[in-house]
T-cell receptor, first 116, second 109 residues
Framework: NAGVMQNPRHLVRRRGQEARLRCSPVKGHSHVYWYRQLPEEGLKFMVYLQKENIIDESGMPKERFSAEFPKEGPSILRIQQVVRGDSAAYFC??????????????FGPGTRLLVL | SQQGEEDPQALSIQEGENATMNCSYKTSINNLQWYRQNSGRGLVHLILIRSNEREKHSGRLRVTLDTSKKSSSLLITASRAADTASYFCAFSNGQNFVFGPGTRLSVLP
C-alpha cells in the first residue's frame, strides 16, 4: 500500500548542473502535481500532469524547468542549469483518475534540493 | 495573488488547550482542504470541505467554511504535543490548487 514516492530525498547540485526529481504516484493515480516550497514559505503550485499530458503549467518558470509524466515510469521534474534560488523542497502529489484537481491530493515526502 | 492567507502565522499553546487557525481566500472555490506538515516532512491531508458544506468534523478536528466571507477555520481540540506542526489550507478553484502560507503551531507539554 505504497503512497507517493519521491527520490532522491536530498539532492545537492552545483550551479549550472541539472537536477532531476522523480515522483511515483500512488498506484492507480493518473494525476500528478508538483509544488515548490521555499524556506519558511507555503507551497506553490508548479505544474499539473496526467499521463503523457501537461494539463496546467501556469506555475512553472518559463525557462530551465520542465516536467513530464510518461506512459510508463515516474513523473520527472527537470531543472536545467540550476541556480542558488532553485534551492527548495519540491513536493509531488497524486490524485485518483476520477475528479482530478477537485479531489484530495496525496503528497510525497518531498525532495530537498540544495544548490551550492 | 491567488494565494490564501492564514492567521496567525504562529501559535503557541499549552497541551490540552484548543487551537484555532484561520484561512481566507479571494476567488470562488470548489473545495477547501487542510494539510499538516511536520518539520522536514511531506504534507498529510487532514480534511476536505466542499463549497456547499459549512462544517466538518474528524476526530479532534473541526473545520468550518464561510463562503460569504471567503474564510475557513481549523479547530484542534484538546491539543497534544504531537500536534506541533505547520498547518496549511489549500483550495481548488477548478483551475489549480493554491496553498496558504501556513500557521506554525507549537503545543507545549
Amino acid at each position: 500500500n505504497a503512497g507517493v514516492m519521491q527520490n532522491p530525498r536530498h539532492l545537492v547540485r552545483r550551479r549550472g548542473q541539472e537536477a532531476r526529481l522523480r515522483c511515483s504516484p500512488v498506484k492507480g493515480h493518473s494525476h500528478v502535481y508538483w509544488y515548490r516550497q521555499l524556506p519558511e514559505e507555503g507551497l506553490k503550485f508548479m505544474v499539473y500532469l496526467q499521463k503523457e499530458n501537461i494539463i496546467d503549467e501556469s506555475g512553472m518558470p518559463k525557462e530551465r524547468f520542465s516536467a513530464e509524466f510518461p506512459k510508463e515510469g515516474p513523473s520527472i521534474l527537470r531543472i536545467q542549469q540550476v541556480v542558488r534560488g532553485d534551492s527548495a523542497a519540491y513536493f509531488c502529489a497524486s490524485s485518483p483518475k476520477a475528479g482530478g484537481i477537485q479531489e484530495t491530493q496525496y503528497f510525497g515526502p518531498g525532495t530537498r534540493l540544495l544548490v551550492l | 495573488s491567488q494565494q490564501g492567507e492564514e492567521d496567525p502565522q504562529a501559535l503557541s499553546i499549552q497541551e490540552g488547550e484548543n487551537a484555532t487557525m484561520n484561512c481566507s481566500y479571494k476567488t470562488s472555490i470548489n473545495n477547501l482542504q487542510w494539510y499538516r506538515q511536520n518539520s522536514g516532512r511531506g504534507l498529510v491531508h487532514l480534511i476536505l470541505i466542499r463549497s456547499n458544506e459549512r462544517e466538518k468534523h474528524s476526530g479532534r478536528l473541526r473545520v468550518t467554511l464561510d463562503t460569504s466571507k471567503k474564510s475557513s477555520s481549523l479547530l484542534i481540540t484538546a491539543s497534544r504535543a504531537a500536534d506541533t506542526a505547520s498547518y496549511f489550507c489549500a483550495f481548488s478553484n477548478g483551475q489549480n490548487f493554491v496553498f496558504g502560507p501556513g500557521t506554525r503551531l507549537s503545543v507545549l507539554p
